[in-house]
């Protein structure tokens, strides 16, 4: 009762009804709040945090190399031309990138419902190591190829941002609070670091093939991964698709 029951609602909610001027203060994105992560001092988790598809959430696309300086790990997975940019923290360089990749290997490990931390910290397993199994485990030969899980993966995150895109959700809403943008970090090795999310956000968006002023995916993008389907629903209630 009281405060509690208007904590309850969330600081985004919370915010709003108190007034005042108490929105700049709620740290959140889409209405959940921020975790442990803070972009000025790790920029992926920045843009993790704006593109996720339920908000601020940590859990579906966090870049570990970045925070805990796996260059091997970096190099194997994403090129040894991205190094040493894509192991910076508080370097935008390749982060879109990380991200995007990230996501949809995440996709698929939450499909098998595998472990999140023997995928990211530390980063033991990848998208080869999944093939190998399914590929036991089911004898499907489809789930060998390590491109065609990605593929998969890519097809989740296309498929939440469908959905997301269906109830209102465009660019305007992949976004961070203005303490990351616009307030430099106070103290610590970020300090006097912001958040060039712009610059991420439109590297993001060309790498998924979506548009760069809304945010929506363009046609093309369902018709390469086989979701034509979820294009005429997109259309039919009322999204125009680019």
Known sequence: ????????????????????????????VKGLEVSGQDGRAHRSAGLTHATAARGADHLRSLVTVDQL??????????????????????????KAL?????????????????????????????????AKVLKLVTGYEGFADPDKLMMMGER?????????????IRRKDDTLPERFTEEPMPSGPAKGQVVDL??????????????????????????????LDIAEELEKSGVRLP
């Open 69 to 94: 300086g796996y260059e091997e790990v970096a190099a194997e997975r994403f090129g040894k031309d991205k190094l040493p940019g894509i192991c910076d923290g508080q370097s935008e360089e390749h």
């Open 198 to 227: 712009e610059r991420m956000l439109n590297e993001y968006y060309q790498l998924r093939n979506w548009d760069l002023e809304t945010g929506i995916p363009k046609k093309e993008t369902f018709e390469r991964l086989g979701m």
């Open 156 to 168: 989740i995150v296309n498929l939440k941002r469908a959905f997301n895109v269906r109830e209102g």
């Open 1 to 28: 009762e009281g405060i509690g029951n208007l904590l309850a609602e969330g600081v985004k909610r919370a915010a709003e009804k108190i007034g005042k001027g108490a929105e700049k203060y709620a740290i959140h």
């Open 98 to 130: 990380a991200v995007k990749v990230i996501e949809d290997v995440y996709a698929v490990r939450d499909a098998m419902i595998v472990c999140w931390y023997s995928v990211s910290w530390p980063p033991i397993f990848w998208i080869d190591d999944f």
